[in-house]
Protein backbone atom coordinates (compact mmCIF):
# COMPACT_ATOMS: atom_id res chain seq x y z
CA UNK A 1 0.00 0.00 0.00
CA UNK A 2 1.19 3.42 -0.64
CA UNK A 3 1.67 5.68 1.99
CA UNK A 4 2.86 9.44 2.35
CA UNK A 5 3.59 10.72 5.55
CA UNK A 6 4.28 14.58 5.74
CA UNK A 7 5.82 16.09 9.33
CA UNK A 8 7.50 18.97 10.69
CA UNK A 9 4.63 21.63 9.92
CA UNK A 10 3.83 24.03 13.47
CA UNK A 11 3.89 27.66 14.09
CA UNK A 12 6.96 29.40 13.15
CA UNK A 13 7.72 33.17 13.14
CA UNK A 14 8.51 35.45 9.71
CA UNK A 15 11.46 35.06 8.80
CA UNK A 16 12.42 31.61 10.32
CA UNK A 17 13.18 28.70 8.34
CA UNK A 18 11.12 25.16 8.63
CA UNK A 19 11.83 22.02 6.93
CA UNK A 20 8.95 19.53 5.99
CA UNK A 21 9.59 15.73 5.67
CA UNK A 22 7.22 13.13 3.60
CA UNK A 23 8.00 9.49 4.39
CA UNK A 24 7.56 7.22 1.25
CA UNK A 25 6.52 3.74 1.83
CA UNK A 26 4.63 0.81 -0.53
CA UNK A 27 6.58 1.50 -3.41
CA UNK A 28 10.01 1.87 -5.63
CA UNK A 29 10.43 5.85 -4.34
CA UNK A 30 13.48 6.15 -6.39
CA UNK A 31 11.15 5.40 -9.88
CA UNK A 32 8.85 8.32 -8.70
CA UNK A 33 9.32 12.60 -9.42
CA UNK A 34 7.93 14.09 -6.27
CA UNK A 35 5.63 17.20 -5.46
CA UNK A 36 4.70 19.42 -2.92
CA UNK A 37 1.32 21.02 -2.89
CA UNK A 38 0.15 23.67 -0.27
CA UNK A 39 -3.33 24.94 0.80
CA UNK A 40 -3.94 28.11 2.65
CA UNK A 41 -7.20 27.95 5.12
CA UNK A 42 -10.04 28.19 3.36
CA UNK A 43 -8.32 28.33 -0.08
CA UNK A 44 -8.19 26.58 -2.95
CA UNK A 45 -4.54 24.28 -4.01
CA UNK A 46 -1.48 25.20 -4.95
CA UNK A 47 1.40 23.75 -6.43
CA UNK A 48 4.36 24.29 -4.65
CA UNK A 49 7.49 22.55 -6.10
CA UNK A 50 8.67 18.98 -7.82
CA UNK A 51 11.58 17.31 -8.30
CA UNK A 52 12.71 14.49 -10.90
CA UNK A 53 13.23 10.77 -9.55
CA UNK A 54 16.98 11.09 -9.40
CA UNK A 55 17.33 14.72 -7.65
CA UNK A 56 18.47 15.92 -11.07
CA UNK A 57 15.84 19.19 -11.78
CA UNK A 58 13.57 21.17 -9.10
CA UNK A 59 10.55 22.90 -10.46
CA UNK A 60 9.23 25.97 -8.20
CA UNK A 61 6.47 28.38 -7.93
CA UNK A 62 7.68 32.12 -8.62
CA UNK A 63 6.39 33.20 -5.04
CA UNK A 64 9.08 30.04 -3.25
CA UNK A 65 11.91 30.15 -5.83
CA UNK A 66 15.01 31.12 -3.82
CA UNK A 67 13.38 30.63 -0.13
CA UNK A 68 11.96 26.92 -0.84
CA UNK A 69 14.30 23.69 -1.28
CA UNK A 70 13.24 20.37 -2.49
CA UNK A 71 15.29 17.38 -2.35
CA UNK A 72 14.70 13.78 -1.35
CA UNK A 73 16.92 11.27 -0.02
CA UNK A 74 16.32 7.62 -1.73
CA UNK A 75 17.95 5.67 0.91
CA UNK A 76 15.55 6.53 3.27
CA UNK A 77 12.42 7.37 0.93
CA UNK A 78 12.19 10.76 2.09
CA UNK A 79 10.76 13.78 0.17
CA UNK A 80 12.42 17.03 1.92
CA UNK A 81 11.31 20.93 1.42
CA UNK A 82 13.44 23.61 3.17
CA UNK A 83 11.57 26.65 3.53
CA UNK A 84 13.28 29.93 4.48
CA UNK A 85 12.56 33.58 4.69
CA UNK A 86 8.71 32.45 5.69
CA UNK A 87 6.02 34.94 5.33
CA UNK A 88 2.60 34.84 6.67
CA UNK A 89 1.08 34.01 3.04
CA UNK A 90 3.00 30.55 3.54
CA UNK A 91 0.52 29.48 6.03
CA UNK A 92 -0.94 26.76 4.83
CA UNK A 93 -1.27 22.46 4.72
CA UNK A 94 1.38 21.14 3.22
CA UNK A 95 0.49 18.05 1.08
CA UNK A 96 3.65 15.26 -0.06
CA UNK A 97 2.32 13.91 -3.55
CA UNK A 98 3.45 11.48 -5.79
CA UNK A 99 3.57 12.94 -9.45
CA UNK A 100 5.16 11.16 -12.43
CA UNK A 101 6.85 7.81 -12.88
CA UNK A 102 10.39 7.91 -14.44
CA UNK A 103 9.75 5.64 -17.20
CA UNK A 104 8.05 7.49 -19.80
CA UNK A 105 4.86 9.20 -19.72
CA UNK A 106 2.56 7.83 -18.14
CA UNK A 107 -0.75 9.81 -17.12
CA UNK A 108 -1.93 7.02 -14.52
CA UNK A 109 0.04 7.81 -12.14
CA UNK A 110 0.06 11.34 -11.87
CA UNK A 111 -0.89 12.58 -8.95
CA UNK A 112 -2.53 9.22 -7.40
CA UNK A 113 -1.53 9.72 -3.99
CA UNK A 114 -1.41 12.16 -1.50
CA UNK A 115 -0.30 12.39 2.27
CA UNK A 116 -2.24 13.12 4.61
CA UNK A 117 -1.16 17.06 5.13
CA UNK A 118 1.30 18.73 8.17
CA UNK A 119 -0.25 22.64 8.52
CA UNK A 120 2.74 25.58 8.66
CA UNK A 121 1.52 28.64 10.33
CA UNK A 122 3.58 31.43 10.26
CA UNK A 123 2.94 33.99 12.25
CA UNK A 124 4.60 35.91 15.07
CA UNK B 1 1.90 30.63 -17.48
CA UNK B 2 -1.22 28.58 -17.91
CA UNK B 3 -4.58 29.56 -16.69
CA UNK B 4 -7.48 27.37 -15.64
CA UNK B 5 -10.45 29.03 -15.19
CA UNK B 6 -12.66 27.20 -13.16
CA UNK B 7 -16.53 27.41 -12.93
CA UNK B 8 -18.56 27.68 -10.84
CA UNK B 9 -17.50 28.38 -7.58
CA UNK B 10 -19.93 26.91 -5.34
CA UNK B 11 -23.16 25.66 -6.90
CA UNK B 12 -25.91 23.34 -4.68
CA UNK B 13 -28.06 20.44 -6.52
CA UNK B 14 -30.50 17.95 -5.35
CA UNK B 15 -29.84 14.67 -4.93
CA UNK B 16 -30.21 12.68 -8.44
CA UNK B 17 -29.44 15.31 -10.17
CA UNK B 18 -26.95 15.57 -13.11
CA UNK B 19 -24.27 18.14 -12.31
CA UNK B 20 -21.53 19.65 -14.39
CA UNK B 21 -18.22 21.65 -13.80
CA UNK B 22 -15.80 22.98 -15.87
CA UNK B 23 -12.19 24.48 -16.25
CA UNK B 24 -10.87 26.07 -19.04
CA UNK B 25 -7.40 26.67 -19.98
CA UNK B 26 -5.49 29.45 -21.43
CA UNK B 27 -3.38 27.24 -23.74
CA UNK B 28 -3.19 23.84 -25.08
CA UNK B 29 -2.50 21.31 -22.46
CA UNK B 30 -4.03 18.46 -24.55
CA UNK B 31 -5.51 16.17 -22.22
CA UNK B 32 -3.19 16.23 -19.78
CA UNK B 33 -5.88 17.43 -16.76
CA UNK B 34 -6.98 15.70 -13.44
CA UNK B 35 -10.23 16.38 -11.47
CA UNK B 36 -10.04 16.03 -7.51
CA UNK B 37 -11.85 15.45 -5.12
CA UNK B 38 -11.57 17.36 -1.44
CA UNK B 39 -14.04 16.51 1.15
CA UNK B 40 -13.99 18.44 4.41
CA UNK B 41 -10.49 17.97 6.31
CA UNK B 42 -9.15 15.74 3.88
CA UNK B 43 -6.86 15.46 1.03
CA UNK B 44 -7.77 15.27 -2.50
CA UNK B 45 -8.34 12.41 -4.03
CA UNK B 46 -8.22 11.78 -7.57
CA UNK B 47 -11.25 11.17 -9.49
CA UNK B 48 -10.50 11.78 -13.17
CA UNK B 49 -7.31 11.65 -15.15
CA UNK B 50 -5.95 12.39 -18.49
CA UNK B 51 -9.34 14.33 -18.83
CA UNK B 52 -11.49 11.24 -19.51
CA UNK B 53 -10.46 8.01 -17.30
CA UNK B 54 -12.08 7.43 -14.29
CA UNK B 55 -9.63 7.03 -11.45
CA UNK B 56 -9.35 3.31 -9.02
CA UNK B 57 -12.30 3.08 -7.14
CA UNK B 58 -14.33 6.26 -8.23
CA UNK B 59 -18.14 5.07 -8.49
CA UNK B 60 -19.13 5.22 -12.31
CA UNK B 61 -21.24 8.03 -12.35
CA UNK B 62 -18.31 10.62 -12.29
CA UNK B 63 -16.94 11.29 -15.91
CA UNK B 64 -14.54 13.68 -17.05
CA UNK B 65 -15.08 15.04 -21.14
CA UNK B 66 -12.87 18.04 -23.17
CA UNK B 67 -14.44 19.83 -25.97
CA UNK B 68 -11.38 22.07 -27.47
CA UNK B 69 -9.77 24.03 -24.00
CA UNK B 70 -13.03 23.18 -21.94
CA UNK B 71 -12.71 20.37 -19.60
CA UNK B 72 -15.71 19.20 -17.41
CA UNK B 73 -16.04 16.93 -14.72
CA UNK B 74 -19.96 15.59 -14.39
CA UNK B 75 -22.03 13.40 -11.95
CA UNK B 76 -24.62 11.58 -13.77
CA UNK B 77 -26.29 11.64 -10.39
CA UNK B 78 -25.58 12.85 -7.30
CA UNK B 79 -25.50 11.38 -4.21
CA UNK B 80 -24.86 12.51 -1.02
CA UNK B 81 -21.64 11.87 -0.51
CA UNK B 82 -20.36 13.65 -3.48
CA UNK B 83 -20.54 16.70 -1.71
CA UNK B 84 -17.11 18.13 -1.89
CA UNK B 85 -15.02 21.00 -3.21
CA UNK B 86 -13.56 19.79 -6.87
CA UNK B 87 -10.24 20.68 -8.07
CA UNK B 88 -8.46 20.89 -11.46
CA UNK B 89 -5.05 20.33 -12.44
CA UNK B 90 -2.91 21.02 -15.66
CA UNK B 91 0.12 18.98 -15.53
CA UNK B 92 1.04 19.87 -19.14
CA UNK B 93 3.67 22.79 -18.18
CA UNK B 94 5.25 24.06 -15.31
CA UNK B 95 4.47 25.90 -13.03
CA UNK B 96 1.13 23.44 -12.60
CA UNK B 97 -1.98 24.96 -11.86
CA UNK B 98 -4.98 24.32 -9.85
CA UNK B 99 -8.45 25.60 -10.64
CA UNK B 100 -9.53 27.77 -8.26
CA UNK B 101 -11.75 25.42 -6.84
CA UNK B 102 -15.57 24.43 -6.89
CA UNK B 103 -18.09 23.80 -3.99
CA UNK B 104 -20.39 21.57 -4.23
CA UNK B 105 -23.44 20.86 -1.76
CA UNK B 106 -26.97 19.41 -1.83
CA UNK B 107 -30.06 21.79 -2.25
Known amino acids: EVQLVESGGGLIQPGRSLTLSCAASGFTFSNYYMAWVRQAPTKGLEWVAS????????YFRDSVRGRFTISRDKANSTLYLQMDSLRSEDTATYYC?????????????????WGQGTLVTVSS | DIQMTQSPSSMSASLGDRVTITCQASQDIGNDLIWFQQKPGKSPRRVIYYATNLANGVPSRFSGSRSGSDYSLTIISLESEDVADYHCLQYKQYPLTFGSGTKLEIK
Open chain 1, 97 to 113: VRADYYGGYSPVNWFAY
Open chain 1, 51 to 58: ITHRSTTT
